[in-house]
C-alpha cells in the first residue's frame, strides 16, 4: 500500500510556472501514477501519466506542449512541470497511484491558483 502526498502548489500569474511533486510513504517506483485536477462543481479529470519505469508518458489534450511529467524512482517522486500556466488550469491536483496486483491510491491533494 502507498499514500501519495502532493506538494508544489500555489498562486501564479497567467504565463507562469509551478512544479509540484509527489511522494509517499513507501516506494512509488512500481506504481504507475498520474495527475489529475478538479475544480468546484466538476468531475476530476485526467492531466498526464507515467508508467513506472518513466518510458511511457501521456497528456490530456489541454496540456499538450505545456506540462512534462517525469519521475526519479531514486527520489521516491514523480513530478509535474507546468509552464505557460492559464486560469483554465486553476483547481486542485491529486496524484493517482495504481498497480494493477495491488490497487490504486489518491493523494490529498494541492491547490493551484492562476491569476490574470
Known amino acids: 500500500q502507498v499514500q501519495p502526498v502532493e506538494s508544489g502548489g500555489g498562486s501564479v500569474e497567467v504565463g507562469g510556472s509551478l512544479r509540484l511533486s509527489c511522494g509517499a510513504s513507501s516506494t512509488l517506483s512500481s506504481y504507475d501514477v498520474a495527475w489529475f485536477r478538479q475544480t468546484p462543481g466538476k468531475e476530476r479529470e485526467f492531466v498526464a501519466s507515467?508508467?513506472?519505469?518513466?518510458?511511457?508518458?501521456d497528456y490530456a489534450d489541454s496540456v499538450k506542449g505545456r506540462f512534462s511529467i517525469s519521475r526519479d524512482n531514486n527520489l521516491n517522486a514523480v513530478y509535474l512541470q507546468m509552464n505557460n500556466l492559464k486560469s483554465e488550469d486553476t483547481a486542485i491536483y491529486y496524484c493517482?497511484?495504481?498497480?494493477?496486483?495491488?490497487?490504486?491510491?489518491w493523494g490529498q491533494g494541492t491547490q493551484v491558483t492562476v491569476s490574470s
Open positions: 493517482h497511484a495504481s498497480r494493477w496486483t495491488v490497487g490504486d491510491y
Open positions: 507515467i508508467n513506472w519505469n518513466g518510458d511511457t508518458t
